[in-house]
């Protein structure tokens, strides 16, 4: 961490976790504290409630609100099936 300019290094072995039920993996993440935005140009894979996705770099913008995957990228979506409340 340099605290002068905000900018934390993570290397070898990345997971990140959201209380949502979201995990990335990824090599490295370099991350800008003070303009709230991430990036790796290595892969990543993540996969949560929604399916997996498995991509050469990212990058995290708008304080978190965007997630740009590069590719070539792949992506699953997984299948729910939605049931209504009978109670």
Do not use: C, W
Not at 36 to 54: C, F, M, N, Y
Request: aromatic content about 6%.
């Amino acid at each position: 961490l340099d605290i002068k300019t905000g900018h934390l290094t993570l290397n070898g072995a990345v997971t990140t976790y959201h209380d949502s039920g979201y995990e990335i993996r990824l090599e490295d993440l370099q991350i800008d504290l003070k303009q709230k935005t991430a990036v790796t140009q290595h892969q990543v894979k993540a996969q949560g409630p929604l399916g997996t996705i498995t991509a050469q770099n990212m990058a995290v913008s708008e304080q978190g609100d965007i997630v740009t995957f590069g590719g070539p990228a792949t992506m699953i979506f997984f299948r729910f099936s939605a049931q209504k409340d009978r109670g």
